[in-house]
């Protein structure tokens, strides 16, 4: 952490912020010129408050040069986390394939979705329970009904579940479930995260629509440091000015947040656009960027499905798909 | 609502849609060209799922003519809401001044900066008992220790006391609070939304960082559709490319919103700047915009405050604020 | 075109707009609702000037239902541009590889970068003579010396050369340049794009930072509507919050511009991310996406380049990344 | 400027730079931690290529501490730049009202508003003659003509005129034109910015769209640098999600770049909202939080205006809006 002053900064100040700096085990080096001096700050930064030091009369600016996080760190954790669920491992060069209804909609749906896609070589099943939804007069999902038919589907098929959990009340309701997803719009919901950190479920986090990567790797902190290690990154686009896209997908995010992060990364090319012609094209750009994965709206009649229709794709086209990710996957070895 | 057809849309899907929309009351005008077919839908469309709509085969797009939000619209409540807070009213022409820290740190810190900012004309304290920070190793506040504290600090001065919820879980804790603070990272926190909505209490609902107004509108929706009316709603900064700021703050929100809602509008200058030399002259511009009121971070030593710190201002700062702010709402009467 | 009347618009009012509308060859179909009324105009709506009609009294909104670019829309030219220069062909399914330095910095340079990338299946060579820098005291290129330098690597080489012209009064120097660059920065000079409409020289348009897809064809359509067919898309990153990467870079621009434009696309990892380390999973991605070509910054010492060094790679690494880019593009073919 | 190295730096390559910043006159301090190195520059270091540094092998990052501008920086020009026109004052705690016409449409039109916005008060005569839009369709101003008719509304009222250039080439016309104004698409036009760096015309510089104040003090830069100090600012909106209005204008800009720079400051509230019925209240909020002045679209009959229409207010609006304004920039003296 670099610690810019003001000009003339107050001696008893400065001294007193020294004292405090060597308190929490941290070396401070200053580098002194005519109209600026600046202090480096050398040991583990990451537990300093940051806009505390800030908030001092003295200080012009402070800068980190450490990332504030340090469970998601790759630089301390060098080698890729890979998450075992249901047989199917989630990180490490694999590429997995979660695969389902945006809504849980009836027994017959999803039983008949996951049969689809586990024969297309989906190794997860998605669907949605509880839905976030902007409006409170849409469809808001068939909540606990929609958990029952959803473990329907995982005795029917063997396939682990994923899907969203909106609030900590609800973690009872998901004890069967494989894969807990927080929603972007729940990715700093805080108290939600600390809950999550107490389980060891995995957790599929999604990037807020405003948030950096830094952002999404504090969040991913907030579970890791509550104790479960099992947090699966997800893209699922962010906003930007674009208006024909629903959102903006960011792939450059997979080989960023590999080279920051340790953590396996899972892109939603559905929510991303918003449109399902432009799905096929973006989960395999997805996987020619070196995804671990790819969680993609499969619904066998998208012009009734309940929500998000216009975004999903027929169990045929997901099913060719799978089969050129595969082949764009063998492309990339040397 | 418009719905616009694809080029030569086949006739029973056509016939089939024709049949639903009537069924759900909604009267249809068809506009026929040669290359295009509009649909004109006539009645209350806000209980329309857009979504459902666009999913069609036969449907190009959708666009909304009215407001999809129904009890925070301006169009069918034109009277301003004004709520009743502990002797104070938010709304209606009144310019409301919320003070205190950011966060609770002791029982003489909180008393003594409620004393100071009532004696400036502050009517309702503000301060922070848990804390949302980004890192989870950041300080999160005092939490029911804070509550308590507040409560004091309310008996001392009889100022109505304004706090941040971050779970419903959290309602029982907050019986004696007068007005519940909903901040931008939970603002489409629905699980929370809804809880509110089946309370009474005021709520100050700060929009998102990447929200728009009609996001923030839809939100206020939810919580008014649950039968609470009392919302207030809180600009507090967006986020854009500019990082001299910590956000930009939107004032453009106060007309607008005012033209599309009648719940009262209140800003927030310390967190959309940042900075505590910026807070004066944004209150200023606030206040000339026609907001109802302002939510500002003051401490009596902002140089140690434990979260924060670089926006809050003074007491002093505060009481010269104070009597500009009024001298700038005088000045606005033709 | 839509157009959303007010409630209860004025009658003599209304018939003007009526009247005026059917002088300028537009059918208007009106729907007439108990709060509102909507006029549908069935014909060419591209010549109104949206913001004409919407500053009357009498209008609520206008919404624009058909594109307002025309020469530039793929409905009135289903079929692909295929552009040729020197013997390569852009657009059409080929896979056309633009190479070079940022900056020319001697013959030697040049000269040396073009036989290795064209040895590496490069068949346009790209390198900056006139440099656009935010800074004044930044290098600005070699100008006309550096114009100078490209042309003698194309002699050496025989590839076609692409580089950036910054102001239409530098059109005489470009005489023998095959591929006009427009920058990011001046998308929107609409003086430049004026004078290269009278051109028939290729152009290869960047997309602005804050720019929406139909802002980039209202770009290209002042190119076309100048009688100058050959122009060529480029996304090259938009700005967002994320500042590990230089800029966003919108892959989902591919499969959308194909469906609206007929024009061809070429993606530019280098100045998308700023990184070299991200540009070989960002040039897969954008060929996995279905991408008309590339252009990337290759130097023979990025460490020692004069400028945007640390988002140039190697001519090894440009190589290997060339060969893998032909077998994913071979992947995708079902 | 702050240099982070990698860990464990080649020593000789560190010797090199280490060197070569010597020769800079760039003093460097370096603070050596267990796993980093951090080099403190002390000296001008405006004149290094961040890019440069950057691109080296043993650099992992670097951060500025000094601003990259030097004649726009307050700094080094601690008192407020004023700028003479026509017998009017801009900065230096004088309010300036520039208002007229979005486009000059005939004789009658521009010499009548100019009479009457000089009546309200106005000192500087707005109008445009060189229109930029979107559209190659849409009206493009009078252009010579209009340059003709403004001229014609000075010899009329005496007031100086404001306008719009597009083109160094243009410059000729602009002779008798008081101030040249640098369109928000043009900000970074940098042939344009070092043409009118060779003149000494007042220049009013529109912030791009998403530009940060940092990019616009830097194409100020390159005017100042020029050898022209007449620099205005001009915030006009920059682009966020909010669609109700055009832009989001970003009124903490005028404390902000007060604090960074001595060049005075304008507001236009007519383009960063696009609707009339806003820019009242956001030129309020403009002078309440500091502005040199403002510029605001006045037309005698908005509903028929050429172009942007919808965002001009009417010479009687102006008349008493501008009563308005002196009152609250009196309300602000203490």
Redesign the interface.
């Known amino acids: 952490m ?1 610690v ?1 002053l003001k000009e003339h900064p107050e001696q008893t100040q400065l001294d007193h912020l020294m004292g405090w700096l060597k308190e929490q085990q941290i ?1 401070v ?1 200053p ?4 109209h ?1 001096t ?1 202090l ?1 700050l ?2 583990d930064t ?2 300093l ?1 940051i ?2 030091i ?4 003295i200080v012009d ?1 402070v ?1 980190r ?2 990332e ?2 340090k469970n998601a760190n790759r630089k301390f954790h060098p080698e890729d986390t890979v998450i075992e669920v249901g047989g199917t491992k989630i990180g490490g060069g694999n590429l997995t394939l979660i695969a389902g209804p945006c809504s849980v909609e009836s027994e017959e749906q999803i039983v008949g979705i996951a049969k689809e896609v586990k024969a297309s070589g989906a190794t997860i099943l998605r669907g949605g329970a509880f839905k ?8 808001q999902g068939m909540q606990i009904e929609g958990i029952r038919l959803l473990l329907k589907a995982k005795e029917a098929t063997g396939l682990p579940i994923c899907t969203e959990i ?4 609800q973690l009872p309701l998901f004890e069967d479930i494989d894969i807990l997803q927080v929603g972007a ?2 990715m ?5 995260l ?1 809950a999550l950190g107490r389980t060891r479920k995995p957790v599929l986090l999604k990037r ?8 999404l790797l ?2 991913a ?2 579970i890791l ?2 104790g479960n290690p099992n947090v699966i990154l997800c893209e699922r686009g ?8 629903r959102n ?5 995010c ?3 947040l590999k ?2 992060s340790h953590l396996p990364i899972i892109i939603d090319p559905s929510h ?2 918003g449109k399902s ?2 799905v096929p ?2 989960a ?7 995804a671990d994965g790819l969680i993609i709206e499969v619904h066998n009649d ?9 975004q999903s794709i027929t169990p045929d086209a997901f099913d ?1 798909l799978a ?2 990710l595969h ?2 996957k ?3 070895a ?1």
């Open positions: 670099i810019i070396e080096h580098t002194v010129g005519a600026q600046i480096g050398i040991g990451s537990a408050d806009d505390l800030s908030a001092l009369d600016d800068k040069v450490q504030p996080y976030p939804r902007t409006s409170p007069y849409a469809f909106m609030d900590a009340s719009r729940n700093q919901n805080f108290s939600l600390k807020g629509m405003a948030c950096t990567y830094q952002d504090m969040s902190e907030y440091a509550g962010i906003r930007t000015f674009e208006t024909y896209t903006t997908l960011d792939l450059a997979i080989p960023s080279k920051l991303a656009t012609s432009l094209s973006m395999q750009a997805a996987v020619a960027a070196g998208p012009a009734h499905a309940k929500c998000d229709g216009p060719s089969k050129r082949r764009i063998d492309a990339l040397d």
